[in-house]
């Protein structure tokens, strides 16, 4: 994911969320923030941002690659923790059990009706 020094909490809170649908699939994420003309004099306001980013995902991700600065760009790369893998395996184990519930069901004979068999045909004379 990138994104510019003086991005807005806004835009922040939708690339986080873009991000965290990465973790929950289980993907590394690397994520960039790149400087502009002078803004490579401030070069700490970078680190906050990867700190501010880091900190708001809390212990539900693992920093694989520390921020690091290397040109214009400030770069990291994080990861969903082992807690966090485990809960979304769970959920996905949990929800493909249901789905063969359904399965079953369907198999016995117990099938939803369809909406048109609701409807009395009337023939044309």
Do not use: C, W
Request: net charge positive; proline share 2%.
């Amino acid at each position: 994911m990138r994104f510019g020094l003086k991005i807005s909490d806004h835009d922040l809170g939708v690339k986080m969320k873009k991000v965290d649908g990465f973790l929950n699939a289980g993907h590394k994420v690397k994520i960039t923030a790149f400087f502009r003309g002078r803004e490579l004099a401030h070069k700490d306001l970078g680190f906050k941002l990867a700190d501010k980013v880091i900190n708001d995902f809390g212990d539900s991700v693992v920093v694989d690659q520390a921020p690091q600065l290397a040109g214009k760009q400030l770069s990291f790369v994080v990861r969903a923790s082992p807690s966090r893998t485990k809960e979304a395996a769970k959920a996905l184990k949990d929800k493909q059990a249901a789905l063969k519930t359904d399965e079953k069901q369907d198999e016995t004979g117990h099938e939803a009706t369809p909406a048109s068999a609701d409807v009395t045909r009337v023939a044309s004379v």
